[in-house]
């Protein structure tokens, strides 16, 4: 499901406007966080996949093969596709689907042109069976990548990847007609088709999509609920969690953020800059506090602490409203924490002293100043996504040489060796050689 995914912030409007909810286009690139799940226990997940209809046809289909000739593309010969598809009552499309599962897990082997049943039976530990789950599934998304396709709409298996992680976002279900109306403005943006393309669109997707959804219902993916959205099967959370991980993106389990919910502000902090915790403990944190309390308990961690620690208190404050104001009214006052309150206030529309150009650099160079900190940081903090990019970023590493931060010079030290664009590090490394200069001039 790489570069395939939908914005989280998105996601959410699509639980609060289930109909008119817009999907966003595809993301490149870019590791998103999802939303933790609850999983089903691992014996009673195995259980279940002999009887995903997917996999017991293609389980028949084996028996029903025995041994015999294939084709040179190592399918069943269309005498033997017609008696098959016939006697095991599967539509075509459905038939060669089960073929590949059976043939891509070893269900079935093919060895000189002759199919024969393979070494793998479905009488296998716990782990064992899941894994080959996981192998069917992505036979399932490697067909909609082909060009035969899976689901016979070039639109829907376009975007099936990012269509799955929506409705993994939102696990009460997604209603058909959100995933229709967000299917298609993901190819508007995508494909810019004409006008006549996207009213020709417009009229049959609807269609499409509930073959679609029929089919990834046969793959064991997806289910109605009784209001009649989509949500994933207790096998398909698992399954899509599974790719998402294996694509970079960041989606926990309840059990796994649950651990840091009863921590304090600064142990969560510290479980952040350490590595042990990531993101997705923030939002289990935040629900079982008071936001006034917790901003508090957060400025004065940040307060206290490290670069590092300001950098995961910011994120963390940016989860949270107005109601969180008093607190960072206060942090007003403070020397290391005044001017992220500011900022705090000012993206949400309230008072707030005005911050100058050097104060927007002493933000910088405390964004990447935490990198110093935070376990886990970027091999090349050219990927650190507070920087900016190209001539600004130059500029702004020029204009770090006068900072007051006291880690200004470890930070330009950090972009001289580190930062990927040549521009960049040689900017740093001029305006370290001055830093160290000014500081000299004022100890003198």
């Avoid at 009887?51 to 190592?74: C, K, S």
């Avoid at 696990?171 to 109306?181: E, F, H, N, P, T």
């Avoid at 499409?208 to 099967?233: D, H, K, M, P």
């Amino acid at each position: 499901m790489a570069n395939n995914v939908f914005d989280l912030a998105e996601l959410r409007k699509l639980i609060e406007e289930p109909v008119h909810a817009e999907i966003p286009p595809r993301q490149a690139r870019e590791a998103l966080t999802f939303p933790p799940v609850a999983l089903a226990p691992d014996a009673e997940l195995a259980a279940a996949v002999p009887r995903v209809p997917l996999v017991a046809d293609a389980i028949r289909l084996t028996t029903w093969t025995g041994t015999r000739e294939v084709g040179p593309e190592g399918f069943l010969r269309a005498p033997d596709a017609l008696a098959a598809a016939a006697e095991l009552d599967l539509a075509p499309e459905r038939l060669r689907l089960a073929w590949i599962v059976a043939v891509n897990t070893r269900l079935v082997q093919i060895t000189r042109g002759t199919a024969a049943r393979g070494p793998l039976a479905l009488n296998l530990p716990v782990a064992a069976t899941l894994d080959f789950w996981d192998g069917v599934v992505m036979d399932v998304l490697d067909r909609a990548d082909q060009d035969s396709g899976l689901t016979g709409s070039r639109v829907i298996d376009g975007h099936l990847a990012e269509t799955l992680a929506t409705v993994y976002s939102v696990r009460s279900g997604v209603a058909i007609a959100s995933l229709a109306k967000g299917l298609l403005q993901s190819h508007e943006v995508a494909c810019e088709p004409g006008a006549a393309e996207l009213r020709a669109l417009s009229g049959r997707l609807p269609a499409e999509l509930l073959e679609s959804l029929s089919l990834l219902t046969y793959c064991g993916l997806v289910e109605q609920t009784g209001t009649g959205r989509i949500a994933l099967t207790p096998l398909g959370v698992w399954a899509v969690r599974r790719d998402l991980l294996r694509e970079g993106h960041e989606a926990p389990t309840a059990a796994e953020v649950e651990v840091f919910a009863g921590l304090d502000a600064a142990g969560l902090v510290g479980a952040l800059v350490d590595g042990g915790a990531t993101q997705s403990a923030v939002a289990t944190w935040l629900e079982r506090r008071p936001p006034e309390q917790a901003a508090r308990d957060l400025l004065a961690v940040a307060s206290a602490g490290t670069a590092g620690h300001r950098g995961a208190v910011g994120a963390i404050l940016e989860e949270l409203g107005p109601e969180a104001q008093a607190p960072v009214l206060d942090a007003l006052a403070d020397p290391l924490m005044w001017r992220y309150a500011a900022s705090w206030l000012h993206i949400r529309d309230l008072d707030a002293p005005p911050l100058s150009p050097a104060d927007h650099t002493w933000i910088a160079v405390d964004s990447v100043a935490a990198l110093l900190h935070i376990s886990g940081s970027p091999d090349s903090v050219g990927e650190f996504g507070a920087l900016e990019t190209g001539e600004d970023l130059v500029r702004s590493v020029t204009e770090m040489a006068g900072s007051a931060h006291p880690d200004t010079v470890a930070v330009l030290e950090l972009l001289a060796s580190s930062h990927g664009d040549r521009a960049v590090a040689k900017a740093a490394r001029k305006a370290a050689m001055k830093a160290r200069s000014l500081r000299a001039t004022k100890l003198g």
